[in-house]
């Protein structure tokens, strides 16, 4: 099994910190569900790997908190196909796809200013619906 992941160009996992959990999957599948162990759920201890950099474990911690517990292991589960073979290879595409994505660098935010028009535009809008609202209102009657 000792295979290596590609994560990026630069940076690849071995398949050893990975471990594989199965259990009895819900949702369709007939009397198959109830006999076969099919979801498997893929645990991968970012806080031990010593395939990420701090930096990498740090940004993966934070990117990923939901599906990470305290212990710092992630958690990824696949119960979308009826073998565990299936599921398993899921889990793993999807572990990848993950990681992938919370170490990718996002693009610092420009701050940018509105435009005068669009102050403009909104505050013209504001009155619209204003006159249209005292418009619905009943006439103040004067009883002189």
């Given amino acids: 099994m000792s ?28 009397q198959n569900v109830n006999k076969v162990n099919s979801r498997v759920t893929l645990w991968f201890d970012v806080a031990g790997s010593g395939s990420l950099t701090e930096e990498q474990k740090q940004r993966i911690r934070t990117r990923l908190a939901t599906r990470i517990d305290k212990q710092g292991v992630l958690r990824v589960v696949s119960q979308a196909h009826r073998s565990q073979v299936a599921n398993r290879e899921a889990a793993t595409d999807r572990f990848v796809e993950l990681l992938r994505e919370s170490l990718r660098r996002r693009p610092a935010r420009k701050p940018t200013k509105v435009s005068r028009a669009v102050k403009q535009r909104r505050l013209e809008e504001k009155g619209r619906r204003s006159r249209v609202k005292q418009q619905r209102s009943k006439p103040i009657s004067r009883d002189d």
């Fill in 3 to 30: 295979g290596m992941l590609e994560i990026t160009d630069q940076m690849w996992i071995s398949e050893e910190e990975l471990t594989f959990t199965a259990s009895r999957s819900g949702g369709p599948g007939g």
